[in-house]
């Protein structure tokens, strides 16, 4: 009967395990990644004891992140959210030994880049290239209809083969590794711009004045990640199938954005 009691007190005792308040602990590994990204795809790794907020603040800057641009979130299980990463922020028990951090634009800077006037730059590029020689075409609509640059995100892109006209001597090819490289270089006050089926018709659509146009890889798209991180969302019309090669999608959207231009300076 004794050994039962204690087995009793004992079971009690853990089914109220801690006895003491949780107290706050400190953090071991911070996994980050940038909006429009996925933490299994693109999350970064950062190590060492941090304690608060503050701490993990220094961290990410000390990795690069440019928090004027980027507003860091927390990762909250039991809002099943995001929350805002401050310097007071505590670590409490149960998920002391990582955090999860999202980098999320601060949305200001869409007011830097109102429309207006379609003078100021943009470039194009691919989320996930499949088919080189689409790049050469794109590449070489890039250069015909004056992008500033050209960029691949991801690492399936392979050398190209259809750039007739050497497009590489004036529109330079940016890569980006991953996500997180491409939305940290991106220049402030551009407007990312998904080119995809079901977002706004393309002979309704203001261009902004600076913009990154991004396309899919020409098998799956673009992920639901980076259409929600994208400012715009732009589709092409047509009278059968929505689906087009990714370069003539590319060719066809810088034709709209140069002759919308070409028709406002005449007017």
Partial sequence: MLFMLLQAAVALRLSNWPMQPSRPSPCEVVRYCYEGGTLRRDGRLLHGSMGCGEDVIAALKEDGADLARFSPRIYDPALQGWS??????????????????MLFQHRRHEEAAARGDVDGYFAIGVFGLKNSHNLGTL?????????????????????????TVKAWRSVPLV??????????????????????????????????ERAMYV?????????SSVLKACH??????????????????GAVVLYDRLAKQQRKSKS
Avoid: I, K
Wanted: net charge negative; glycine share 8%.
């Fill in 139 to 163: 590449w070489r609509s890039a250069y015909q209809n004056g992008a500033a640059s050209l960029f691949v995100v991801g690492e399936r892109y392979t050398p190209q083969t259809s750039d």
């Fill in 84 to 101: 805002p990463l401050l310097p007071a922020t505590e670590f409490a028990n149960g998920s002391s030994t990582h955090v999860d951090v």
């Fill in 232 to 249: 715009r969302t732009v589709s092409l019309p047509s009278l059968r199938t929505e689906s087009f090669n990714l370069a003539v999608a």
């Fill in 175 to 208: 890569q980006h590794a991953d996500w997180n490289s491409f939305a940290a270089a991106s220049p402030y006050g551009a407007l990312w711009v998904a080119v995809e089926m079901g977002g706004e018709p393309l002979a309704d659509f203001e261009h902004p």
């Fill in 215 to 223: 396309l899919g890889s020409e098998d799956t798209g673009l992920p």
